[in-house]
T-cell receptor
Framework: EPEVTQTPSHQVTQMGQEVILRCVPI?????FYWYRQILGQKVEFLVS????????KSEIFDDQFSVERPDGSNFTLKIRSTKLEDSAMYFC???????????FGPGTRLTVL | GDSVTQMEGPVTLSEEAFLTINCTYT??????LFWYVQYPGEGLQLLLK?????DKGSNKGFEATYRKETTSFHLEKGSVQVSDSAVYFC?????????????FGSGTRLQVQP
């Protein structure tokens, strides 16, 4: 069964460093998302992406964040200068059609020291 | 804005016990409601959904009914198994605004003991 994959499973970085979280969505999907969950808190929407551009973003998704689909398979989330409060589990999701189900990856745990 | 509130966990049950995980929501309009499950080391998987009032979603013995009058979508299962141990997330999406980003609750960890 096709699935969304994410790498790495755990990333440890120093405050101020750049990190890139990678996702491989399901191959025929067109809509892509990033969510995050700070430990003990809600899963929060960050950004959605369709047709090679951001279609919606939350107030969390500030200038430190960017997303890219550099080729036909990867979907990345970049944090330019990480802060302690960026420590969280980051989930990627994709779906095939406008009303379809979102399929989630296993998440990347980001720890900023 | 929209929000989802779930009961805090962990919920610890013995095998074959009855399960209820409470979920209430605040939203304008007529959202669609979902339960997602996350097994250890895996991603969020859709467990069941309901798209309008009084709809009942069901899957793998789990059920939840969309109650608009109480703005609730409580998850139930009559007899849990050890394999049901996971984190359960209630979520909604505004179906009529074109905004397809999910709004999640904080998750409830279920631990089932043999």
């Amino acid at each position: 069964e096709p699935e969304v994959t994410q790498t790495p499973s755990h990333q440890v970085t120093q405050m101020g460093q750049e990190v890139i979280l990678r996702c491989v969505p399901i191959s025929n999907h067109l809509y892509f998302y990033w969510y995050r969950q700070i430990l003990g808190q809600k899963v929060e929407f960050l950004v959605s992406f369709y047709n090679n551009e951001i279609s919606e973003k939350s107030e969390i998704f500030d200038d430190q964040f960017s997303v890219e689909r550099p080729d036909g398979s990867n979907f990345t989330l970049k944090i330019r200068s990480t802060k302690l409060e960026d420590s969280a589990m980051y989930f990627c999701a994709s779906r095939s059609t406008a009303g379809g189900q979102q399929f989630f990856g296993p998440g990347t745990r980001l720890t900023v020291l | 804005g929209d929000s989802v509130t779930q009961m805090e966990g962990p919920v610890t049950l013995s095998e074959e016990a009855f399960l209820t995980i409470n979920c209430t929501y605040t939203a304008t309009g007529y959202p669609s409601l979902f339960w997602y499950v996350q097994y250890p080391g895996e991603g969020l998987q859709l467990l069941l959904k309901a798209t309008k009032a009084d709809d009942k979603g069901s899957n793998k013995g789990f059920e939840a009914t969309y109650r608009k009058e109480t703005t609730s979508f409580h998850l139930e299962k009559g007899s849990v198994q050890v394999s049901d141990s996971a984190v359960y997330f209630c979520a909604l999406v505004q179906a009529d605004t074109g905004r397809r980003a999910l709004t999640f609750g904080s998750g409830t960890r279920l631990q089932v003991q043999p």
